[in-house]
């Protein structure tokens, strides 16, 4: 009699378990939000155009050298560029200068067709009025613009030998 209790026991033991693990489910559904801001970086915020950019050396007098920045700049806003230099943006070695100007191309609203000479007048490169768009289009986010410089030695000499010197901030701001 023992033995039939203990096994009518363990009978009723396993018929209470199968129905607690067959007694359904309960899902919950998560929903999840991460926020991105509006920004704009550039994929190398110290650039440099040194010496081997240039298509060669100054060697004469009136001699017109270009080099060229590609820069990429992540953005996933329409931004506008605004260059400046923390000095006048010519190439300056000592107190010899080589005439300078600039243009930007690349994916501009509206590039420049051609170079614009350093300086903050009307029409110069460096001008509060003269800003580049960069309109953004929904998944993209990667812009390419080009930063392109022309130095022309003087007309009537040549110029001291040795590195001139100047530099760029292309600021995008939104």
């Known amino acids: 009699m023992r033995r039939t209790w203990m096994v009518l ?10 129905q607690t693990a067959s007694a359904g489910s309960a899902p919950a559904s998560v929903s999840i939000t ?13 650039p440099a155009i040194v010496a081997g950019d240039w298509t060669g050396n100054v060697n004469a007098v009136d001699q017109t050298r270009t080099a060229s920045k590609a820069l990429s700049l992540y953005s996933n806003f329409s931004i506008t ?3 400046t230099s923390t000095g006048t943006g010519i190439l300056t070695y000592g107190t010899e200068t080589l ?12 590039p420049d067709a051609a170079y614009k000479p350093a300086g903050t007048g009307a029409g110069e490169f460096f001008a509060g009025a003269n800003t580049y768009t960069v309109t953004h289009v929904a998944g993209d986010g990667a812009y390419g613009i080009n930063l392109l410089v022309q130095a022309v030695s003087p007309n009537n000499r040549a110029p001291d030998a040795g ?12």
């Open 34 to 46: 991460a926020t991105v801001d509006s920004f704009a970086e550039w994929a190398n915020a110290s």
């Open 81 to 83: 560029l605004t260059p």
């Open 9 to 18: 026991t363990a009978v009723a033991v396993g018929l209470m378990l199968g």
């Open 99 to 110: 005439s300078t100007s600039y243009k930007i191309t690349g994916e501009v609203t509206v």
């Open 163 to 174: 590195n001139y010197t100047c530099n760029v901030t292309l600021t995008a701001s939104w």
